[in-house]
């Protein structure tokens, strides 16, 4: 809901600030005073375009800031915090700037944001019916989501159903589209794929087989030097001729040591840890006698050796680091491989899918269409009930619901309903359109083309009353919606606005008593002058200066007793039909 209007510097509007509240809030005054001056400010806080004419003579710029209950539409909220402002207490700062020289800013929640932005996210959020501004209603995407609306559980229920099978398509034709774009890529791969692994079954390698043979090379290669180096070794332990060795001159100091352990403690001590170290070094002897007796020289080993090595090494320069990375990648690849070799089944699979989806598809649009031809019907029948009310007697409005034929060539091809191929949507084959026949004998033709503003302002009227159980606008203005009306159904104007109002906000623009006795608020554009300098603001009226209000509309006399008791009685006839009572 909008709840507050703040205006500086807009046309004859120096500074003036209007508080709105729901139920029908009606706009009057003389003319010239302003009254459109409000319509054109919602314009610019809802993003619309901006004319530096529209300046008071003689400031800077203009301001226009709407405050907006940030509840009364869905996920309203969230987008303004994406935008960058800020919600405080439920509540969002629209505001517009625009300089005399033509420049614009656009600003949400105190955040400043391309105008439109602003567009986008206040779009929601009111429905503006003027002699200019019928957008809302027009659009063929607005005229199919209201149809749906209206059309309540049946026309939901077969739209989620349609929409979710629709889904399951879109994600069945993206993938086999895109497993027969890459098919040729495919088929390469598995070509690489296989020579790969083949070339790693025959190498057959074992895991941490690339380790051991290393170092199986290194003790071949290096065979003698290792037999000398260990023979050296045994004879520097223990040796068998007169060169003196390890064991026998440890033996010796061990013996000199048992002599004098008697004599002190310490002493035995050393003499034990030489006893220990001989024994080690006997048995370390033996090591290097046995190691000496093992290492041969092999040139035929260490040549299958080192030709086994050069074939792993040939894996790991293309499949890993190591044998236990080309084995890894094999594994993976030969699952990979498995997938890559059933692209035909897969893409046979995809194509059956595909066909089976599209065939219930099709039922499901046929469903949908006859399910929102019926609800056409019935808001087509509803309008045009409303009009007749609203001094347009032998106007007609009718809901079209059609097909259209697909193209032979149509990508993607056309989905099949019954026996037609129609072009189709994630929203059905349906296009909807709102058609006006004004008079007797008519053609219905799309509202744009034949109404006129103020007959188009009674047909949005009428729509959006019919429309009201099921709108999610929080907020409707008019503007001169009773332009060429008069007498009793001026009357009724005032009444079907009254009843939207019970559902929505609503702001009218009106010079009729009729309709302004129907307002739950009532706000009047006075325009005053110093002489020099014409000025306009914004006043509430209270019950004794709406009466005024409403003799003056009447007759332009704001003391008549007459007018007045006019006046008094038409509110008292209105009263029951107001919004809040």
């Avoid at 129609?422 to 799309?446: C, H, I, M, Q, Y």
């Amino acid at each position: 809901m909008l709840e507050e209007i703040r205006i500086g510097s807009l046309g004859v509007i120096d500074s003036s600030t209007l508080e709105l509240g729901p139920g029908l809030t009606v706009i009057t005054g003389e003319t010239g005073a302003g009254k459109t001056m409000l319509v054109t400010a919602l314009g610019l806080i809802l993003g619309g375009r901006a004319d530096s004419g529209a300046v008071r003579t003689g400031a800077r710029a203009a301001r226009v800031e709407g405050v907006v209950r940030a509840s009364a539409c869905d996920h309203f909220a969230g987008a303004v915090e994406d935008a960058g402002g800020e919600v405080e207490d439920d509540r969002v700062v629209l505001a517009r700037n625009v300089s005399a020289e033509g420049r614009s800013r656009a600003f949400v929640g105190g955040a400043s944001v391309p105008v439109s932005l602003l567009a986008e996210l206040a779009e929601p959020l009111v429905a503006v019916h003027g002699q200019s501004d019928q957008h809302r209603l027009l659009r063929a995407r607005a005229q199919r989501e209201a149809l749906d609306r209206f059309g309540g559980d049946d026309v939901s229920a077969e739209l989620e159903h349609y929409t979710r099978l629709h889904d399951r398509l879109s994600a069945t034709e993206s993938e086999l589209a895109e497993v027969v774009a890459t098919s040729r890529d495919r088929a390469r791969e598995a070509d690489q794929l296989r020579f790969g692994l083949s070339e790693i079954e025959a190498v057959d390698p074992e895991p941490g087989e690339d380790e051991a043979l290393a170092g199986e090379e290194s003790r071949l290669g290096f065979a003698d030097t290792l037999r000398t180096a260990a023979e050296q070794a045994r004879e520097a332990l223990s040796s068998d001729g007169e060169q003196p060795d390890a064991l026998a001159t440890t033996s010796a100091a061990r013996t000199l040591l048992e002599g004098v352990r008697e004599h002190d403690t310490e002493a035995a001590e050393l003499a034990d840890r030489l006893a220990e170290i001989s024994y080690l070094l006997s048995d370390v002897a033996a090591d290097v006698a046995s190691y000496a007796s093992r290492v041969e020289s092999d040139p035929v080993r260490l040549a299958a050796v080192s030709e086994r090595r050069a074939a792993l090494t040939a894996l790991t320069r293309k499949y890993g680091e190591t044998v236990d990375e080309v084995l890894a990648w094999a594994e993976g690849s030969a699952v990979r491989l498995a997938d890559l070799d059933h692209t035909d089944d897969r893409i046979e699979e995809l194509r059956t899918q595909r066909d089976d989806l599209r065939d219930r598809l099709g039922g499901l649009a046929g469903d949908l269409s006859a399910a929102r031809a019926e609800a056409a019907t019935r808001l087509g029948d509803e309008v045009t009930a409303e009009l007749g009310l609203l001094a347009m007697p032998h106007a007609r409005v009718e809901v079209a619901v059609r097909q259209h034929q697909a193209p032979d060539d149509a990508d993607p091809p056309g989905l099949r309903v019954g026996d037609r191929v129609l072009k189709f949507t994630s929203t059905g084959v349906d296009d909807v359109e709102f058609l006006l026949a004004a008079n007797v004998g008519s053609e219905p033709r799309p509202l744009a083309r034949v109404a006129s503003g103020g007959e188009l302002s009674r047909v949005m009227l009428a729509l959006e009353v019919s429309l009201a159980a099921t709108s999610p606008v929080p907020t409707f203005v008019f503007d001169e919606v009773d332009a060429g009306v008069g007498g009793k159904a001026a009357g009724e104007v005032g009444r079907r606005l009254a009843r939207l109002a019970r559902s929505a906000q609503v702001l009218v623009v009106t010079h009729l008593p009729q309709v302004a006795a129907y307002a739950d608020h009532h706000v009047v554009v006075e325009k005053s002058s110093d002489g020099s300098v014409t000025t306009s603001g914004l006043t509430a009226l209270d019950a004794s200066a709406r009466e005024r209000e409403l003799s003056r509309m009447f007759a332009g006399m704001e003391e008549s007793d007459t007018a007045l008791a006019h006046a008094r009685e038409l509110l008292e006839a209105a009263q029951p039909a107001r919004a809040l009572g």
